[in-house]
């Protein structure tokens, strides 16, 4: 069983609280990036807007998400190509003996 622990940080005057089971400088990393994000965020669409900030930093981070997921496919399939040449139809793995 996963060993939780609680974890808490304060952007922008609000106290968030999590429980987490990832190693504690992975956390600390992120949650520090989450809060620089937001301030500077914040600065443009203002302060009381923190629910619009998060959902739009959501939505960028699974966009990036997508499109990390389509470029490892796409190179698994340039990679695949490269290692396993193309099968001729009219060829198979059977071996074949003929009598004379």
């Given amino acids: 069983m ?3 622990r609680s ?10 609280k999590y429980k987490v089971d990832e190693p504690e400088e992975v956390i600390n990393k992120i949650l520090e990036a ?3 994000d ?5 600065e443009s669409f203002g ?4 629910n619009h900030i998060l959902l739009l930093m959501l939505l960028n981070e699974k966009l990036n998400t997508i499109k ?3 470029q490892i ?4 399939k340039k990679f695949d190509s490269l290692v396993e040449p193309p099968k ?6 059977e071996t074949v003996f003929y009598w004379e």
Wanted: no cysteine; hydrophobic share 30%; glycine share 2%.
């Fill in 73 to 76: 496919k796409e190179i698994i």
């Fill in 88 to 93: 001729n139809e009219d060829q198979t793995n």
């Fill in 68 to 70: 990390a997921k389509n």
């Fill in 34 to 36: 989450i809060k620089v």
């Fill in 7 to 16: 974890v808490e940080i304060e952007i922008l005057g609000e106290t968030y």
């Fill in 2 to 4: 996963a060993d939780y």
């Fill in 47 to 50: 302060k009381s807007k923190v």
């Fill in 38 to 42: 937001v301030e500077d965020y914040s």
